[in-house]
């Protein structure tokens, strides 16, 4: 299920807030539209809103030029602050020397689902031969544009005949693993059960968890990881577990610029997502930063990153953006 597409003149995508009840697709045909929909959650996921931000500046340009056009492609670079792909996807394509920017859009997406290919081949490696699995919110096909990052690799483990069962944290407060990873595991024939995010620990000490695999918005050159709220405190509990604890992600997801975590701007959204009464103070972090140390291994469309992270992401650095094919 195609998660953002071209749509001549608009920019296509499925309304990722309507499923699993719903399979809704809509055009966004101005740069307003674009950015309500990465802001509301419409197209997400951190390649995903890459990918759609890129289609959004092709679609700035067919519609606006001079200042205007500089100001519609930073209100889209800046629709969400966490995810690096967003920024990494706009920049890259206004940097298009001969200023097709649908080319490059073109291009960003079908590297990533090159990528996610290959991210899925050596995921399936490190996962075990049999036993359980756990995942936080959701990186699977419809947050990439490809087949995603956590789940392509545990689809791919699934496909190559590992006996593989994954615990599914819900992921308040937008429920991206009730509602799209159970319904992209579900599709793919994966048996899932899902939990509560307060029974992650529980379900670690009772169940026999083998393993935690989750995506990631943004890494810094330490490994230190945001991915969405939650994470940081599932990762504490697997390490108290001894369970292996795996960040899946593209190159792209990776921000060269910065040493650590503490760099990463954290958004926060509405408290109004949260709260049941509409005058309480509420606090909505949206992302949390899970330390390097707490990451058994990054796993990348190179092959698995381990610690020392600074070495590792150093020499991930290095390597051209090329297409790759697996
Ligand atoms: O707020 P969201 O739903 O966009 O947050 C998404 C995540 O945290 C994902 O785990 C991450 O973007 C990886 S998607 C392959």
């Known amino acids: 299920m195609e998660s953002v597409w071209h749509d001549g003149d608009a920019v296509g995508y499925l309304d990722q807030r309507a499923l699993p009840q719903r399979v809704v697709r809509e055009r966004a045909g ?3 539209e674009v950015v309500d929909a990465i802001r509301t959650l419409a197209v997400r996921g951190a390649p995903a809103i890459g990918i759609f931000g890129a289609y959004g500046v092709a679609l700035a340009a067919q519609l606006h030029s001079g200042a205007a056009f500089d100001a519609a492609t930073a209100s889209i670079r800046e629709a969400r ?3 690096v792909n967003l920024a990494y996807a706009v920049d890259r394509v206004l940097a298009r020397a001969d200023h097709d920017y649908l080319a490059e859009a073109k291009a960003i997406h079908a590297e990533q689902r090159d990528v996610d290919a290959r991210i899925g081949r050596f995921g399936a490696e490190v996962l075990p031969r049999k036993g359980n699995v756990m995942t936080h919110c959701n990186a699977g096909p419809i947050a990439t544009g490809g087949e995603g990052t956590a789940l392509a690799a545990i689809i791919a483990a699934h496909r190559a005949g590992k006996s593989l069962h994954v615990y599914v944290d819900e992921t308040r407060p937008l429920l991206q693993g009730a509602r799209l990873t159970m319904f992209e595991l579900r599709e793919a024939g994966v048996p899932c059960t899902l939990i ?4 992650a620990a529980v ?3 009772r169940k026999k968890v083998d393993a935690v695999v989750v995506g990631a918005d943004r890494i810094a050159r330490n490994g ?6 939650g994470t ?3 990762a504490i509990m697997a390490a108290h577990h001894g369970i292996p604890f795996y960040v899946a992600a593209p190159r792209t997801t990776f921000d ?3 040493a650590s975590g503490m760099d990463i701007p954290i958004e926060e959204r509405s408290p109004d997502e949260i709260r049941i009464t509409p005058d309480d103070p509420a606090y909505n972090p949206a992302f949390d930063v899970t330390p390097g140390r707490l990451i058994t291994g990054i796993i990348t469309e190179y092959g698995v990153l381990q610690a020392p992270y600074e070495d590792a ?4 650095e290095t390597r051209a953006r090329i297409v790759l094919s697996v």
């Open 81 to 83: 602050p966490t995810a």
């Open 30 to 32: 101005t740069v307003e």
């Open 256 to 258: 060269f610029a910065i």
């Open 224 to 229: 230190d990881t945001a991915n969405k709220i």
């Open 196 to 199: 509560t995010d307060s029974a």
């Open 313 to 316: 992401i150093a020499d991930l």
């Open 232 to 234: 940081y405190g599932v």
């Open 203 to 205: 379900t670690m000490q």
